[in-house]
């Protein structure tokens, strides 16, 4: 493994405050939050894979929104057939068992609805050039899209999860990691181990290691603590540079 599967820490972390800009509405079958940039274009789009609090949790669409006034079009679709995790896990006291809800919602559940989205975006949206981030849950699902024939041409991930070795090292498409400090899910080790594979394989990659950060910071960071808040945005500005770099010869 690359990274472990995901933990109680998953679970963790803060609620933000804003109103979101962005729409529900299908694409395709399947329902997503959509967010369009300035020019209203599809050409160039984000595929926004979130966490186990899902597509309608604040902080995820917010984010989203921020992909989109720097000119992309997101899609964060429903990964989880409305039925994401409580958000009244971040108490700490919530009877939320995560090993459960994971056996419900696992990877051969949900890659089903990352393909159908692609198609669409693909298809009828008529994406020119498809980009794709990922957050603890749906880190993976970039990961294999990175692959020869899943028709994602650059991914950034943070704090992944469920992540095996071979879907790592299978990648062809460029690659950008941030990962925290503390991280029980993509430890130390794990971390050096993606580091090894990548450049092995030859792709071009970015890891990102940010103090005083645990899982999760990426999308649930404590806005009151500089230090997180300072991680957090710079994990954003992270992947906008990496996909400037990696999708501007086709970007409108």
């Given at each position: 493994?690359?990274?472990?599967n995901?933990?109680?820490?998953?679970?963790?972390?803060v609620?933000h405050?804003?109103?979101?800009?962005?729409?529900i509405?299908?694409?395709?079958?399947?329902?997503?939050?959509?967010?369009y940039?300035?020019?209203?274009?599809?050409s160039?789009?984000?595929l926004?894979?979130?966490d186990v609090?899902?597509?309608?949790f604040?902080?995820?669409?917010?984010?989203?929104?921020?992909?989109?006034?720097a000119?992309?079009?997101?899609?964060?679709?429903?990964?989880?057939?409305?039925?994401?995790?409580?958000?009244?896990?971040?108490?700490?006291?919530?009877?939320?068992?995560?090993?459960?809800?994971?056996g419900?919602?696992?990877?051969?559940?949900?890659?089903?609805v990352?393909?159908?989205?692609?198609?669409?975006?693909?298809?009828?949206?008529?994406?020119?050039k498809l980009?794709?981030?990922?957050?603890?849950?749906?880190?993976?699902?970039?990961?294999?899209?990175?692959?020869?024939?899943?028709?994602?041409?650059?991914?950034?991930?943070?704090?992944?999860?469920?992540?095996?070795?071979?879907?790592?090292?299978?990648?062809?498409?460029p690659?950008?990691i941030?990962?925290?400090?503390?991280?029980?899910?993509f430890?130390?080790?794990?971390?050096?181990?993606?580091?090894?594979?990548?450049?092995?394989?030859?792709?071009?990659?970015?890891?990102?290691?940010?103090?005083?950060?645990?899982?999760?910071?990426?999308?649930?960071a404590?806005?009151?603590?500089?230090s997180?808040?300072?991680?957090k945005?710079?994990?954003?500005?992270?992947?906008v540079a990496?996909?400037?770099?990696?999708?501007?010869d086709?970007?409108?």
């Amino acid at each position: 493994m690359a990274s472990h599967n995901p933990g109680k820490c998953c679970t963790k972390g803060v609620k933000h405050q804003g109103e979101a800009t962005g729409t529900i509405q299908k694409v395709g079958s399947i329902e997503c939050y959509l967010s369009y940039p300035p020019s209203k274009s599809t050409s160039t789009a984000i595929l926004f894979l979130t966490d186990v609090f899902g597509h309608k949790f604040i902080n995820s669409q917010l984010i989203a929104d921020a992909f989109a006034a720097a000119g992309y079009f997101v899609c964060m679709p429903d990964l989880f057939s409305n039925d994401p995790a409580p958000l009244d896990a971040f108490s700490g006291t919530s009877d939320f068992d995560i090993g459960s809800w994971f056996g419900i919602h696992a990877p051969e559940t949900v890659q089903p609805v990352v393909e159908k989205v692609k198609s669409s975006l693909l298809g009828e949206l008529d994406v020119k050039k498809l980009a794709a981030v990922g957050y603890c849950f749906g880190a993976k699902f970039v990961v294999e899209g990175l692959a020869e024939g899943g028709h994602i041409d650059a991914g950034f991930i943070a704090h992944p999860s469920a992540i095996p070795a071979d879907e790592l090292r299978a990648i062809k498409k460029p690659l950008s990691i941030a990962a925290a400090e503390s991280d029980y899910v993509f430890p130390d080790e794990k971390r050096h181990e993606s580091e090894v594979i990548l450049k092995e394989i030859g792709v071009p990659f970015q890891i990102n290691l940010y103090s005083g950060t645990t899982h999760g910071f990426a999308v649930r960071a404590d806005l009151e603590d500089e230090s997180q808040k300072y991680a957090k945005e710079q994990a954003f500005c992270q992947a906008v540079a990496w996909f400037t770099q990696h999708l501007t010869d086709r970007k409108s």
